[in-house]
């Protein structure tokens, strides 16, 4: 337990080396590694997600902090994957073609696979086919994540959530994200939800795969 605030500081302050440095001591120790995860990295991670939200941060620092982050799963993911609990769900991942930024999406990436679930971050500038491909190869997963920064892109999203609800069998979620969107647009378009951040698209996608299941 000694190692827990240490661990949660190294994250909020953006030290990936330390990070990584204390969770291996941690786990030579004896630490259990879903509570490294769970009482250290993930309040440490929706700590620095918050800050960011409030303005009370700034682009560099939510980065250090998610790389941080990043470093501390490597090692503690392939320890996790053996608990069949750990795993809530799977969702597909993807900024919309035309888009290149991935700052937000990486960030729900770190966000979501720290809650247990099984990401596959089809990378940036993702066609409706390729999102379309993903589906059909993942038919196990419950939601589908789509982001977009650019205004100019906001077409693009719409015709993907259009060409996804049209697909034969389809039955996921749609959340939709991004500097561009906004309520309104998600509405317009038939998205399932819309967050602005990465901790509430979490507790959004908790929900959603809490739902199917009940």
């Not at 560099?60 to 501390?72: D, H, N, T, V």
């Not at 679930?117 to 409706?128: H, K, M, R």
């Amino acid at each position: 337990m000694k190692y827990l605030e240490e661990i949660r500081k190294a994250i909020e302050c953006g030290k990936p080396k330390d990070t990584e440095r204390l969770i291996r001591q941690a786990l030579e120790d004896g630490e259990n590694p879903a509570v490294i995860l769970e009482d250290a990295m993930v309040p440490a991670m929706r700590t620095a997600g918050e800050a960011y939200r409030r303005e009370e941060s700034d682009i560099p620092k939510i980065l250090l902090a998610a790389r941080s982050m990043q470093k501390g799963l490597n090692i503690l993911e392939p320890i996790l994957e053996q608990d069949p609990d750990r795993h809530p769900g799977t969702v597909i991942l993807g900024t919309v073609e035309g888009d290149l930024h991935d700052v937000g999406k990486n960030l729900v990436a770190i966000m979501l696979r720290s809650a247990g679930f099984e990401v596959i971050d089809l990378g940036v500038d993702v066609s409706g086919r390729m999102f379309q491909r993903a589906i059909k190869e993942h038919p196990e997963a419950e939601i589908v994540c789509i982001s977009s920064l650019l205004t100019t892109s906001m077409p693009g999203m719409r015709q993907i959530v259009k060409q996804l609800k049209r697909t034969r069998g389809f039955h996921m979620k749609i959340m939709v994200g991004g500097g561009s969107i906004t309520q309104e647009f998600a509405d317009e378009i038939g998205a399932d939800a819309y967050t602005t951040n990465a901790v509430d698209a979490v507790d959004v996608a908790k929900r959603f795969v809490q739902h199917s299941d009940s």
